[in-house]
């Protein structure tokens, strides 16, 4: 399995662009980027996936460099309601199932 | 739709009890997931399903059973149940197990004294 690292946390102002990155050096070729966000008490939700290039939805963008080995998650004008952890994960269909390991997220708190 | 549904949203049991969450989803899912995350922590995979009559374990299945009877129902067992079982239990379904997306229920918040 691919390994994740994020940031622990990130503060941010409202309005502003939030860009987190997450770093996976060993990402398999099948391997897709999924990112999930998770506000308390609540279960994870998806934001995004890609595998290469950029990938924007009406939630948030996801860019991917040519070498794979790391991704960022751009949230554009973030609001208070934006205060969650974010989740990075790599896996890909291996033996039946989807292998993907949710790390420790990263917590953003957007500041007023 | 519903999605995914758990029971109950709060537990608290004694050492050595047992009891059995319930997750439903009426998405047509193959793919069911249980995953429990404790305080500050990410989520970690206890056991999965790919289908009905056919489970697997995950990275943290010690102490946990599972059955999968019907495509909708995917409940999780605890047996002589640990303190260090406290946890936010979460269930998840997906369409496949490729790299689709996993649609989680509300948790069910689970405190063993």
């Known amino acids: 399995l691919a390994k994740t690292t994020q940031p622990i946390s990130m503060d941010s102002y409202e309005g502003q662009e939030v860009n987190i990155t997450c770093s996976h050096n060993n990402i398999a070729t099948n391997d897709y980027i999924t990112w999930y966000q998770q506000f308390p008490s609540q279960g994870p939700r998806f934001i995004i996936q890609g595998y290469k290039t950029k990938v924007t939805n009406e939630v948030a963008s996801l860019f991917i460099p040519a070498d794979r080995k790391s991704s960022t998650l751009s949230l554009p004008r973030v609001s208070l309601s934006d205060t969650a952890v974010y989740y990075c994960?790599?896996?890909?269909?291996?033996?039946?199932?989807?292998?993907?390991?949710f790390g420790t997220g990263t917590k953003l708190q957007v500041i007023p | 739709n519903a999605g995914v549904t758990q029971t109950p949203k709060f537990r608290i049991l004694k050492i050595g009890q047992s009891m059995t969450l319930q997750c439903t989803q009426d998405m047509n899912h193959n793919y069911m997931y249980w995953y429990r995350q404790d305080p500050g922590m990410g989520l970690k995979l206890i056991y999965y399903?790919?289908?009905?009559?056919?489970?697997d374990k995950g990275e943290v299945p010690n102490g946990y059973n599972v059955s999968r009877s019907t495509t909708e129902d995917f409940p999780l067992r605890l047996e002589l149940a640990a303190p260090s079982q406290t946890s936010v239990y979460f269930c998840a379904s997906s369409r496949d197990g490729s790299t689709d997306t996993q649609y989680f229920g509300p948790g069910t918040r689970l405190t063993v004294l």
């Open positions: 994960l790599v896996g890909a269909f291996s033996g039946g199932y989807q292998k993907v390991t």
């Open positions: 399903s790919v289908g009905a009559g056919i489970t």
